[in-house]
């Protein structure tokens, strides 16, 4: 069982810059490959990015590549998503999730093969 909680929301100014936390506790997420999710008001989650166990795979939602950059920290057992160039489209309650996975390089967008999820941390870019 792994737990994760998300942290470092908040209310940015449209250009700004905001770095978003995941910690783990239970199980080391060395074992898993991990990604950022997000849910617009009053639309779908959708994919935002995610990293590899090895971290030699990244992969990027096409609206932030660019802007934000996922880490994963193994020795601290987080993961963070840095988050620059804010616009008010990236508006959205941001989870990160847990991918149990024997595969070193996968880094997915499909959201079924995400084992745990945070509860979520709000962001807010003002125009």
């Known amino acids: 069982q792994v737990q994760l909680v998300e942290s470092g929301g908040g209310l940015v100014q449209a250009g700004g810059s905001l770095r978003l936390s995941c910690a783990a506790s239970?199980?080391?997420?060395?074992?898993?490959?991990m990604g950022w999710f997000r849910q617009p008001p009053g639309k779908e989650r959708e994919f935002v990015g995610a990293i590899s166990r090895n971290s030699a795979t990244t992969t990027y939602e096409d609206s932030v590549k660019g802007r934000f950059t996922i880490s994963r920290h193994n020795a601290e057992n987080t993961v963070s998503l840095q988050m620059n160039s804010l616009k008010p489209e990236d508006t959205a309650v941001y989870y990160c999730a847990a991918d149990y996975t024997s595969n070193y390089y996968r880094a997915t967008y499909d959201e079924h093969r995400y084992n745990y999820w945070g509860q979520g941390t709000q962001v807010t870019v003002s125009s």
């Open positions: 239970g199980r080391t997420l060395s074992s898993y490959a």
